[in-house]
Each structure stands twice: as structure tokens, then as C-alpha cells.
């Protein structure tokens, strides 16, 4: 009897050890599940604090302290707004190559014109004029949301870049990224939106260029009437069908729709922090000598004084008169510093050229890739500060542009990106 509750006991005494075990164990795993989710949200905040919200009213500039050579890290000059390097956005070549009447600019003017078109008719909710250019998946992107939208007027589309492109004998596709600001009215409130999307273009291989009329009026890309869209998708003036990505460009998709009332000024460098350099053309040499042969009484050499009063002129307020691109890229930024009432100074001094990375051409203009070097000065003050002293050399790559005809063919900046570079190469 007392062997039975000897037993018994024993029993009981491991049974409770197990499910005490279990309790203990389970509590462990809580715990450890608790601490791995706080593991991964702080991996996943952001690294970066917008430190003119730190430092409202304070003096920060970029001088010698802060290095530009920071391969692989956020922390180069100009980059203060907590974004990482701006890559270089691709050219448009290879739309060129299975498309001989391919223009890179006027694609790009048609883009904005395409969306300002697109925006304006989002309040009413125009299924079929959108559907002239987007496609089902991208209209039910562009227009979710906002149901009560009255209106959206003023936009004004600022970066305009280049993310991806491709081209094979089946299909041409360029993924753009928007950058703009627009007033949004719902009921009685104007609100001012500043907003990022990316739209992805499509295309047909076999479909080419219409001319320049046609592609900029967003009309029929057979005929070019502008008349509206039909029931099913026809020009109601030539009666083909106009949409979808076998007659001319299609927004195949929208991606990353990002709204935002205040977005953080640019302090740092214009036109956005610095990528990395670009290898020169493995053809470059041939490319000068085919400069050279075309043009006998225009050495490439003379471009230099030149790309370097546009580079003046764009870290300028000069800059914010500038034509294409290159303008409302500009333009858009004194917006946004005006818009948080940030003053930013930018000097620059002698320049010393380094030299063509690139010479192209497409249907309508021939492109010249620069490279240059110059002690850059960027500082954003409050105007109790002095600017500081020995500014760091940056490294800039232009890409100019001019037509292939006509009588004046003045040059334009239609690309300026910065670039670090090791210090013993600087
Ligand atoms: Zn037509």
C-alpha cells in the first residue's frame, strides 16, 4: 500500500515536472518570439532621422569632415534627407535600337504630358479616356482610393527618371519614376500632395514611333485625331483601335504610389546625393574619332567651357529657367526647400574636365557624357552662420543633348548626377 503511494506520488511529481516543463518552455518561446519581433522591427526602422526636424533652426553643412568616398554606405556628401545613392538612370538606347524613330526626349516630354493627362481626369473617374493608355491593372492602381475627389489641379511633375528599360524583337518596356506636386481639392479643402510613382511603359516591338505631333497630343497613334476614345476602344475618327501596347505605349502598370504632404527638403547637393561613376563607352575612342570626322571644325574639347557654365548655371538659381527635364527637376526642388523654408547655398569652384564617358545618338538628338571635377560648397543656413571653409572636390557626370537638325542647336543639360570617387583619385 504504501509502495502503491510511493508510486503515486512519483507519478504525480514527474507529470507535474512535465507540465511544468511545457509552462516553463512555452513561456521561453513567448518570450524569444517577443524579442525576435522586436529584433526585426528594429531592423526594419529607419536608419535615418530627418535631421532638419532635429535641427529646425540649426547650421549644418557638408565640408571636409564628411567624406565622399563612402562606397557601399548612405553617408556621402549631399546625402542628408536619409536616401540612399541615386543610381544612374539608364538611357534610352536600347528603345532606339528596335525603333530607329525612337526619341529619348520627346519620349520622356510625352510621359509627363501622359501623366498631367492622366491626373486631371482621376476625379472624374474616366474609365475610357484613361483606358486610351492604361491598362485594366494600372487603372484600378491609379484610380483606388479617393472616391470623393473633386478635383486636382496645378500639377507640376518634377523628377522625371529613367528606372529600368529593356528591348527584345518582342517587346520594349521602360519603367518611369514621377516625381510631382499637385493640389488635390475634396469638398472644400485644397490640399497640396507631393507624390512618387513609378509607371512601367510597354510597347510592342514592331509598333514604331508616330512623329512627334502625334506622340505629344496623346491622340490617335494612327491617324493623331484627338478625339475621345470609342465604347470599344476605337478612334472614333479613323475607326482602328487605339488601345493596348500593339498600337503604341501602354501603362502596363503603376507601382509605388506614395502621397505625401510634407516631404523632407533636399539640404544636401542639387539634383540628389551621389551614385557611383559610370565606366567610360568601351567604344569611346571610335566614338571621338566619329566626332571628329563629322564635325572637323568642332573639337569635343570645345564643349568643355561650356558644360561648365551649365553646371554654374544649374547649381544657381539660373538653373530654375533652365528648358526640359533638367528645369523642373530644379524647379521642383527650390519648391520643396521653399516649402520648408530652408535657404541652401551651393558655390562651385574651378573646374577641371576630365573628359567624355559617352557620345550617342537617336532619331531626333546627339548626346555628349561628361565628366568633371570640382570643389562643390552646400550649406543650408539660418542666417546667423558662416559658410565653412575648404569644401571637398565632387565629381559630376553631365549628359548634354542637342538636336540632329535644325539651324541653332543650342546644347542642354538634360542629365547631372554627382559621383564618389575614391580620395586618391579625386
Ligand atoms: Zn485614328
Known amino acids: 500500500m504504501n509502495d502503491f503511494i510511493e508510486q503515486l506520488a512519483v507519478i504525480l511529481v514527474m507529470v507535474f515536472a512535465v507540465v511544468g516543463l511545457g509552462f516553463i518552455r512555452l513561456s521561453l518561446r513567448q518570450k524569444s518570439s517577443v524579442e525576435r519581433l522586436k529584433e526585426v522591427e528594429d531592423r526594419a526602422r529607419p536608419r535615418f532621422q530627418d535631421d532638419l526636424h532635429h535641427a529646425k533652426a540649426s547650421y549644418r553643412s557638408w565640408d571636409g569632415e564628411k567624406p565622399i568616398t563612402s562606397h557601399g554606405t548612405n553617408s556621402g556628401i549631399g546625402n542628408t534627407t536619409g536616401h540612399g545613392a541615386t543610381p544612374r538612370a539608364p538611357r534610352l538606347e536600347p528603345i532606339h535600337r528596335v525603333d530607329a524613330r525612337f526619341s529619348e526626349l520627346d519620349f520622356l516630354e510625352f510621359a509627363v504630358a501622359l501623366y498631367t493627362w492622366a491626373h486631371t481626369l482621376r476625379p472624374k473617374r474616366d474609365f475610357l479616356s484613361l483606358s486610351a493608355f492604361l491598362s485594366d491593372i494600372a487603372l484600378d492602381t491609379f484610380l483606388s482610393g479617393m472616391a470623393d475627389l473633386d478635383s486636382v489641379q496645378d500639377i507640376r511633375v518634377g523628377g522625371v527618371r529613367t528606372l529600368r528599360v529593356y528591348a527584345d524583337e518582342h517587346w520594349a518596356s521602360v519603367e518611369i519614376e ?65 488601345a493596348g501596347a500593339e498600337h503604341h505605349w501602354q501603362v502596363a502598370a503603376i507601382g509605388s504610389m506614395r502621397r505625401n504632404p510634407q516631404p523632407s527638403p533636399p539640404v544636401g547637393l542639387p539634383l540628389g546625393p551621389p551614385g557611383f561613376a559610370v565606366p567610360n563607352a568601351p567604344d569611346i575612342a571610335v566614338k571621338r574619332m566619329e566626332w571628329s570626322d563629322r564635325y572637323p571644325d568642332e573639337p569635343l574639347s570645345a564643349l568643355q567651357p561650356l558644360a561648365e557654365e551649365l553646371l554654374r548655371q544649374v547649381t544657381d538659381r539660373r538653373g530654375l529657367l533652365l528648358p526640359g527635364m533638367m528645369g523642373r527637376r530644379l524647379r521642383y526642388e527650390h519648391e520643396l526647400l521653399s516649402n520648408a523654408g530652408v535657404v541652401r547655398h551651393v558655390t562651385v569652384g574651378p573646374v577641371e574636365h576630365r ?20 570643389p562643390v560648397r552646400v550649406w543650408v543656413q539660418d542666417g546667423k552662420t558662416v559658410p565653412p571653409q575648404e569644401p571637398p572636390t565632387c565629381i559630376c557626370e553631365m549628359t548634354l543633348a542637342r538636336q540632329l537638325e535644325g539651324e541653332e542647336r543650342p546644347w542642354q543639360v538634360v542629365d547631372l548626377r554627382w559621383v564618389e570617387m575614391p580620395k586618391d583619385e579625386v
Do not use: N
Not at 564617358?357 to 555628349?368: K, S
Open 355 to 374: 573628359g567624355e564617358i559617352d557620345i550617342t545618338r537617336d532619331a531626333t538628338h546627339e548626346f555628349v557624357d561628361l565628366r568633371m571635377a570640382a
Open 178 to 242: 514621377f516625381k510631382a506636386v499637385m493640389v488635390e481639392r475634396v469638398k472644400d479643402d485644397f490640399v497640396r500632395i507631393f507624390r512618387t510613382e513609378s509607371w512601367r511603359f510597354r510597347r510592342r516591338s514592331d509598333v514604331k514611333s508616330p512623329s512627334r505631333d502625334v506622340l505629344m497630343s496623346l491622340g490617335c497613334p494612327h491617324c493623331g485625331s484627338t478625339a475621345p476614345v470609342g465604347e470599344t476602344k476605337e478612334c472614333l475618327d479613323c475607326g482602328a483601335q487605339r
